[in-house]
C-alpha cells in the first residue's frame, strides 16, 4: 500500500534526511521540470512560475533553472523572496538568476502557456492572500508543486479558495490533503516522485490494486467449504435489498448463499436469482425477536451473516438479539445499523464488521464520518468499521485504510447492499476482516468505474459486473 503522511511528518523527514536539503530541493525541482516538460512545455514556451520564500518557492526555483535551461520562456512571479540568501531556497533563487531566469513580483496575471504553483507547501493553512486571488481565473493549465496552494494538506480542507491543479507533483509520499476533503478535485492528476527520503510514520494506507488480494479455491472444495454467506434482511418493499445482497456474495465467490427474510416475502424472493437459496423466518410481514431461533437453526454451517439489508425500521428488539445469539462471523449494514442504539452493543463475542455510510455514522456514534473517528469507533468496539464514501476509509486495529477506486457512478440505490455481499463472500472464503474490507471495497468500486463506461449503473447490474471483474 500506499503511505500516506501528514504534513507534520513531512517536514521532520526532511529535517532528518540523510542529505542535505539542497541536494533534496534540487530532485524536487528536477521532477518539476520533467513534468512540466511533459505538459508540453519545450522551447519558447511561456511558463509563468509562482514561488513564495519557503522550500516550497525553493523547489520553483530550481525548476525553473531547468526549464530556461530547455528554451522555456520563464518569469519567476515572486511573493518575496527568500529571506536569507545563504538558504537552500535562497542559494536556488541566487542559481536560477544567475541562469537567466527573470524575477518580478508577483502582481497581476501574465499570459502564460503554464502556470507553475511553488506559493505555499505541504505546511500551509488557511486562506489566500488576496494577492494571489487574482491568479486563481488565469487560463492555462496549473502544475502544482507538493500541492495546490489553499489546500491543506493535512485534512484537504480549503478555506476560501484554491487552485485547481492539472497535476500535483508531490515527494516521497502522499499527504492526507491529498485524498481526502476537496483535494482529489483540486489537486488534478497526483504523481508522487522520490527526492531520497526514508521512512516515515504513516497516517494512512492507500488501497491499490496490488494489495486487494483475493482469496482461491482448493481443488478438493465444495460449496460449503468455498464460503458460506446467510443474508438476514428484507421488508415491505425492501425485499429486493436482502437478494441485492446474497446475488453479489454469490457473485463474489461465495460457495453457498441463502437469504432470509420474513415469511410472507419468501414466494417473491424465488424468482430473483436461480442460484441463492430463498429461505420464509416466521409467517409475518417482518421479523420478531421470537425468529431469532428459528433463523439460527443449522446457521453454524455459514461462515458470515449479513444483518440489515431491507430490514426495514423499527427492528432494535430483533438485532439486539439476534446479536445475542450468534456468536460467529457478522456484517452489520443499513437498517441493521440504523437498529443499534448504543455503540457498546457492538462490543460481541464473534467477529464484526459495520459498514455505514456518512449519515449512518452519525446516527451510530454521535461523531462526524472521519478516519480518525472512524479509527476511534474499531478501537472501541473490537470491530471493523467499512466508512462509505468517496474514499470509503476501512479502520481496525491498524492503520486506517483508504479506497479511492470508484466514483459518483455508484451513488444510486441499492449499491451498498452489492457491497456487503461482496466484503462478506470475501470474508467467508478465507480473507481476514480487513482485507476483506479494503479488497471488498477496491473492487465494487472498480466494476462501478468499469460498467460506468458502457451503461448507467445500476445495483442489479453491478452485481453481475462483480462477477467479470472478480474472475
Not at 222 to 227: F, V
Not at 323 to 344: K, Y
Not at 369 to 380: D, H, I, Q, S
Not at 425 to 452: K, V
Request: hydrophobic share 45%; with cysteine; net charge negative.
Amino acid at each position: 500500500m500506499q503511505l500516506v503522511i501528514t504534513p507534520d511528518e513531512s517536514a521532520s523527514l526532511d529535517e532528518a534526511a540523510a542529505d542535505r536539503i539542497d541536494a533534496l530541493m534540487e530532485r524536487a525541482g528536477l521532477w518539476v521540470a520533467l513534468a512540466a516538460a511533459d505538459m508540453g512545455v519545450g522551447y519558447g514556451s511561456r511558463v509563468a512560475i509562482l514561488a513564495g520564500p519557503g522550500n516550497n518557492g525553493g523547489d520553483a526555483y530550481v525548476a525553473a533553472r531547468y526549464l530556461a535551461k530547455r528554451g522555456a520562456a520563464v518569469t519567476i512571479r515572486a511573493r518575496g523572496f527568500p529571506k536569507d540568501d545563504y538558504s537552500a531556497a535562497g542559494r536556488a533563487a541566487a542559481a536560477a538568476i544567475h541562469a537567466g531566469v527573470q524575477v518580478a513580483p508577483l502582481d497581476n496575471p501574465v499570459p502564460a502557456d503554464l502556470i507553475i504553483d511553488g506559493l505555499f507547501g505541504a505546511g500551509f493553512h488557511g486562506a489566500l492572500p488576496a494577492d494571489v486571488l487574482p491568479w486563481l481565473a488565469h487560463s492555462a493549465p496549473v502544475l502544482a508543486i507538493d500541492v495546490p496552494s489553499g489546500l491543506s494538506a493535512a485534512d484537504g480542507v480549503v478555506e476560501g479558495e484554491s487552485f485547481y491543479a492539472d497535476r500535483t507533483v508531490t515527494f516521497h509520499a502522499l499527504k492526507v490533503g491529498h485524498l481526502l476533503g476537496e483535494g482529489p478535485e483540486r489537486c488534478g492528476r497526483l504523481e508522487v516522485r522520490d527526492i531520497g527520503l526514508a521512512g516515515g510514520n504513516p497516517e494512512l494506507q492507500l488501497v491499490e490494486e496490488i494489495d486487494a488480494t483475493l482469496p482461491t479455491r482448493e481443488r478438493t472444495a465444495h460449496k460449503w467449504s468455498a464460503g458460506s454467506v446467510l443474508v438476514v434482511g428484507g421488508s415491505s418493499g425492501l425485499t429486493g435489498a436482502a437478494m441485492l445482497a446474497a446475488s453479489s456474495a454469490l457473485k463474489s465467490g461465495a460457495g453457498a448463499v441463502v437469504a432470509a427474510v420474513p415469511g410472507r416475502w419468501q414466494p417473491a424472493l424465488e424468482g430473483m436469482s436461480a442460484g441463492v437459496i430463498t429461505r420464509g423466518v416466521g409467517s409475518g410481514d417482518r421479523f420478531d425477536p421470537a425468529d431469532v431461533g428459528e433463523l439460527l437453526e443449522g446457521a453454524d454451517r455459514f461462515d458470515v451473516v449479513v444483518l440489515g439489508p431491507g430490514l426495514g425500521p423499527d427492528q432494535e428488539k430483533f438485532v439486539d438479539q439476534l446479536m445475542r445469539q450468534w456468536d460467529g462471523r457478522l456484517l452489520i449494514d443499513a437498517d441493521g445499523l440504523n437498529a443499534i442504539t448504543d455503540v457498546a452493543h457492538l462490543a460481541r463475542a464473534g467477529e464484526t464488521i459495520i459498514t455505514p455510510h456518512a449519515g449512518e455514522f452519525r446516527r451510530l456514534s454521535g461523531r462526524e464520518p472521519t478516519y480518525l473517528n472512524a479509527a476511534a469507533l474499531a478501537r472501541t468496539g473490537d470491530l471493523e468499521v467499512l466508512l462509505k464514501g468517496n474514499p470509503t476509509v476501512i479502520a481496525g486495529s491498524g492503520i486506517p485504510s483508504v479506497v479511492t477506486e470508484g466514483g459518483p457512478e455508484l451513488a444510486t440505490i441499492g449499491t451498498g447492499d452489492v457491497l456487503a455481499g461482496t466484503v462478506a463472500a470475501l470474508w467467508a472464503r478465507g480473507l481476514e476482516a480487513g482485507p476483506a474490507c479494503y479488497s471488498g471495497a477496491f473492487w465494487h468500486g472498480r466494476a462501478g468505474r468499469s460498467l460506468a463506461k458502457r451503461s448507467v449503473v445500476t445495483a442489479e447490474d453491478l452485481v453481475d459486473e462483480m462477477g467479470r471483474v472478480l474472475r
